[in-house]
């Protein structure tokens, strides 16, 4: 006794020092809890009784016996389909109905056995209330059925379920929270700022440090959700921001199931941009086809041990960008300044070698062959107005991702399970003019996740987690060149001046034309997080403590 007394003070000493190491107060679980209190008919408590909690879908089972106050306890839970059933020799056997646990549910299940032979039975209808009564926490579940179905077209533009979120009642969009560009996400939850809420995939953070807000790549597929929960009154200690959202990856159960799912936008369900433009004399080309496609498989390896699931989801998103784009007049072109001597605030042009003004603002001389260039090939003549030019260029997304997660009960003590998702897309990019060319992006994120559950005593609980994410990114890939450029341009520069890299240079006009710059250089980007958590639960009489910490790993 002495030796397990002094093993649980450093156990305790050591998770006490990882929380104050920690760059975040504690380890997020996404696991549920079951409390009860098993009473006979007279309204005593039972002690001693037998209660056991099984899983139905995995046929996973846990065991404990009610304390001297009749109380049971079952932490640690993953979110599933359960049953209790209570048994104590002299009285009836208790079982209840199946009933639902979602993620960090913290839910109660009393229970009332009357006198008899145990080998009659009585089912109750409903184990646990609706209504949480055992935190002061307001939270909100949602299941992938109702993520699937919901009425927001998110999966023809991209295959993270975090777009979901916009369309939940308590979910704002931040000012300038939505970048597609980068991809990072950012919204306010119940008046908790996006710098006050943490968004967490099994319980592992999904941020980017260089976005400063959630990394929307960094997301399995929506067919691999099981349930999207938002925690934004009340919430644990345990979690270190004001409001917390959390994705809650599908496992496999003992029966096979899967799913395949195509989705599709196009054309006919598009409006056709020329009327927005109103322009009889540009007809842009109407092109958009999105397509997304995919099929998930779960199921077990071995029944009630080792269960897989996995999915595929590819989106291909072939459509034309329409670009409006200030260039110069005609008139201008060629020299013919003039229109700028009329109205109330007369522009003057002056020759800058000879300081003398140019006779009706008509530039007669030769135009320097480095502006000819530029305008020959890479700035247009108005095609729409006075000095508009409008266009259409083709853009394109390709990609391809799959999340593979396996759960093992090695015992009923040790359970673990791991979760591998992969994602490669390239998204084009347009260009203010159509000579400046198309860029492309090659983005490759990956993560892991490990959860580790060991149930030291019924009362004593630990969980480990481990997170790995990485994401290589190559952004702004160039349209055209620095040394196309040059050569293009007539201009005398040596190529050593230049980085490897280097796209076309930025030109500004002074308001005269709208500025133009094609992809300035080449951008790899190459970030690396790694997490580290721990949690352990420790449920003496009634009351239930939690010690924890995590450790964050940026780069």
Partial sequence: MKHRSKVLTILFAMLAGMSLLATRLSAQSTFASLTGTVRDASGAVVPQANVSLAEVNTGIARNTITDGDGNYNFLNLLPGNYVVTVKRPGFQEFKTEVFELVARQDQRADATVTLGAQATQVQVVSAAPLINT???????????LDLINAPYNFRTFNTSPLAVLYIMPQVVEAAGGHDSGTAAQQFDIQGASWAMTDVTVDGVWSGSVRRNGTNNDNFP?????SELRIDSVGN?????????????SKGGTNQIHGSAFYNYNGNALNANPNVFFNSTSVQLPSRSVNNDFGASIGGPIRRNKTFFFGDFEGLQIHQYASRNTQVFQTAWRNGDFSSLLAGSNPIQLMDPFTGQPYPGNQITESINPVTKALFDKYIPAPNSGIDRYIFTQPITQDSNQYDIRIDENITERHRLFARWSDKYFTPTTTTMLPGLGIGSDVNRPMNLLVSYNFVVKPNMLNEFR????????????????EATARADLGLNLPATSFPTGSGFPHFSFGGAAQDISGFNREDPLKERNMEWGDNFTWTRGRHTMKFGGVVHRYG
Avoid: C, H, K, M
């Fill in 221 to 225: 597929s929506t067919e691999s959700i």
């Fill in 466 to 481: 481990f997170g790995w994410s990485r994401q290589n990114q190559l952004i702004n890939q160039i349209g055209v060149n």
């Fill in 134 to 144: 055992e935190n002061g926490s307001v939270s909100d579940a949602t299941r992938q």
């Fill in 236 to 248: 644990a200690a345990e979690y270190p921001r004001v409001a917390d959202v959390l994705f809650v």
